[in-house]
């Protein structure tokens, strides 16, 4: 039998319902995304603006998924910029900012990459870089945290 570090780790399932609460998003269905390095975040309207010389990303986001009409405008500073593959495998560049997530009762910082994603399933993608050493993803389950209303 192989034992590992990691059997402590807590398992979620294959998508779970999460918060960003710096972003003013308190329930967004997210995909758990072991596939992509980089968590994706749908958000339109990007825009980045210089405020106290920092470069600010302005954005929306649809947090509902299905649902065009709810929107939530918010603010981050801007990291950097990323090359990623879509999941049409072509290379786009997107804006990266950092931000505070919630799943379950632990909360973490993460990188995000913005992206439109009005055409996939989520809104956001959780990736593998977000639950690395932090998790272990049961892909036979789905919502194993519900503590997020």
Request: net charge positive; charged share 20%; no cysteine.
């Amino acid at each position: 039998m192989n034992t590992s570090k990691n059997q402590s780790l807590p398992l979620i399932g294959w998508r779970e319902y999460l918060a960003l609460p710096t972003l003013g998003v308190t329930k967004i269905k997210a995909k758990i995304d072991t596939g992509a390095k980089t968590s994706a975040l749908h958000a339109f309207n990007v825009k980045i603006v210089e405020k106290d010389n920092q470069n600010i990303v302005e954005f929306e986001i649809h947090p509902i998924q299905k649902d065009n009409q709810t929107s939530i405008f918010t603010t981050a500073p801007l990291l950097e910029y990323r090359t990623v593959k879509n999941s049409g495998g072509i290379a786009e560049t997107r804006p990266v900012i950092e931000t505070k997530i919630i799943l379950g009762n632990i909360s973490w910082a993460i990188a995000l990459t913005l992206t439109n994603r009005d055409s996939m399933g989520f809104r956001m993608l959780l990736g593998r870089d977000a639950v690395k050493n932090r998790f272990l993803v049961d892909t036979g389950n789905s919502f194993l945290h519900h503590s997020i209303t």
